[in-house]
């Protein structure tokens, strides 16, 4: 098994993208990138299959940000490590090093690559990685401008409430009352969540991440950013050709694919 840490990198511009890679390879010859986005949507796929240890993320990229991309990772089990790759003006590059960040100014130097991947080489050897904690991406966000949601401290939390049980959902011009208990998954479909049935699919606008708030975690397991699978539905897993997890359904042909980051659900099958 080649245990060598890996690396996405997310630039906009590709032969940014292409500098970077080089330039990786000339510092830290035992990364490997295993996966390079042109957007913010792209690098979150990515890093949804590929699990990297490490993440180079543009700040400026068309659909999601840098700091967008880093707002909904947080919410990951086992969020990477991130490089914040910029051509931010002084003051930007002030609040970076006032958060416990790292950050490169593009293009980047190999010594200054260098540091970076000193620092990143020793956080990875720790027993436990540590993640970019949390109150330095407020701090940060708050400085930049990113995701209010993170800038705010955080509410004292809400009194559990009861497992979904029913959902309204549209199929063709009808409205159908469906019981949770029918749905064999979730899957985000563009601007709406498609509910999954033995019998075919409607859709709800409710987002994924929404609906995993409201389901008993027990009976829904989230396997990808995009798909909620129900156990009860769950015939077994397989590898396919490309060494991809797949979850293999009960009532329906199609394959689901697991993200690395959620792979430990089926260690036991």
């Not at 003006?89 to 416990?100: I, K, P, R, T």
């Not at 011009?173 to 498609?194: C, G, H, M, P």
Request: proline share 7%; charged share 20%; aromatic share 6%.
């Amino acid at each position: 098994m080649n245990n060598s840490p890996r690396a996405v990198i997310a630039d906009d511009e590709a032969h940014l993208r292409d500098y970077l890679e080089q330039q990786l390879a000339a510092v830290w010859p035992e990364l490997r990138v295993v996966g390079r986005a042109a957007n913010g949507l792209e690098a979150l796929r990515l890093i949804d299959d590929e699990a990297p240890d490490v993440v180079f993320l543009d700040i400026r990229m068309p659909g999601l940000t840098g700091l967008d991309v880093v707002a909904r990772l947080i919410e990951s089990p086992a969020p990477p490590q991130i490089v914040f790759v910029t051509a931010y003006d002084q003051y930007a590059v002030q609040a970076f090093e006032h958060s416990a960040l790292d950050y490169l100014l593009k293009p980047a130097s190999l010594e200054r690559l260098s540091k970076t991947a000193g620092k990143l080489k020793a956080a990875l050897a720790a027993p436990v990685a540590a993640a970019p904690p949390l109150d330095a991406l407020r701090a940060l966000l708050a400085q930049l401008g990113g995701p209010a949601a993170l800038s705010a401290p955080a509410p004292t939390p809400a009194p559990a409430a009861a497992p979904l049980q029913w959902i309204r959902a549209s199929q063709g011009e009808q409205t159908r009352l469906i019981a949770v208990d029918e749905v064999l998954y979730f899957q985000s479909n563009d601007k709406y969540t498609s509910v999954v049935l033995a019998d075919g699919e409607c859709l709800i606008r409710t987002p994924i991440s929404k609906l995993r708030e409201q389901l008993d975690a027990q009976q829904f397991w989230q396997i990808h950013r995009s798909v909620i699978v129900a156990a009860r539905h769950v015939a077994g897993t397989r590898h396919d050709f490309r060494g991809r997890l797949m979850v293999q359904l009960k009532d329906r042909p199609e394959q689901l694919v697991v993200s690395r980051n959620y792979a430990d659900l089926f260690r036991q099958m």
